[in-house]
């Protein structure tokens, strides 16, 4: 930009660079430092109920703008009084992560759709997209920091390669899991499994004996996401 101080616009195209640049920096160092924290914590410290159907709507409509931008629908069809004890912030950081990441890799004129339910006592929170699918392979690594399905579609989009990894982690810290469903070309189903609140008198703040100590099987694998 200095060198170019003469030239009007090329300064200003330097600037919308330096811009761009700076927000992807910044987004990274907030992922790294969210990242660290979650994976120094193996649980979460004074776990509270939380309300997961109004946790999935405020991620919903944090993605909205960004939704419309690509021309994505965003449907939502969650099941009320979907309890579960842990962090609510960080349950709405996890579900904006694998809604962004749908949008981002789905074409414009398609749809995301995000749901909850309740399972045998195990909360689940699906996010659906038309997309192109991520192959068998791709699948086992999606979850590992920094690993980009497409580089190339990651880096026009601002990703970081560090959201589904975040998301892997939020459910442990919850005791829960996530998994994917996906064949190329029909699209992909990120599921997140938690244990889920049965008794709702427990205080807030106080978490039941056993919360967030839980297995559970992929009942997802061979579904169709349509």
């Known amino acids: 930009m200095l060198d170019a101080k003469e030239d009007p616009e090329a300064v200003e195209r330097f600037a919308g660079r330096m811009q761009v640049e700076s927000a992807r ?3 990274l160092v907030k992922e790294i430092v969210e990242l660290s924290r979650l994976q120094v914590a193996d649980t979460l ?3 509270r109920l939380v309300d997961v159907t109004a946790a999935t709507r405020e991620a919903i409509d944090h993605s909205r703008v960004g939704a419309d931008a690509r021309q994505i629908e965003l449907v939502e069809s969650c099941d009320p009084d979907l309890k579960v004890y842990g962090d609510e912030d960080l349950l709405v950081t996890a579900v904006r992560n694998l809604i ?18 309740l399972t045998d006592d195990v909360v689940e929170v699906t996010v659906t997209d038309q997309g192109h699918g991520i192959a068998p392979e791709e699948q086992e690594r999606i979850f590992e920091r920094f690993y980009r399905v497409d580089a190339a579609r990651s880096r026009a989009t601002g990703g970081t390669g560090l959201g589904l990894s ?12 996530v998994t994917v469903w996906s064949e190329p070309g ?41």
């Open 25 to 27: 920096l910044a987004q």
């Open 45 to 47: 410290h004074q776990p």
């Open 100 to 117: 962004g990441n749908a949008v981002a890799y789905s074409e414009p004129g398609t749809r995301v759709a995000v749901g909850g339910r």
């Open 166 to 177: 975040i998301v892997k982690h939020v459910a442990a810290n919850h005791g829960g899991e």
């Open 186 to 226: 029909r699209g992909s189903t990120f599921t997140i499994r938690l244990p889920a609140a049965v008794d709702h008198t427990v205080p807030t703040g106080a978490a039941p004996a056993g919360a967030g100590h839980a297995a559970y099987v992929d009942t997802t694998a061979g579904e169709d996401p349509s």
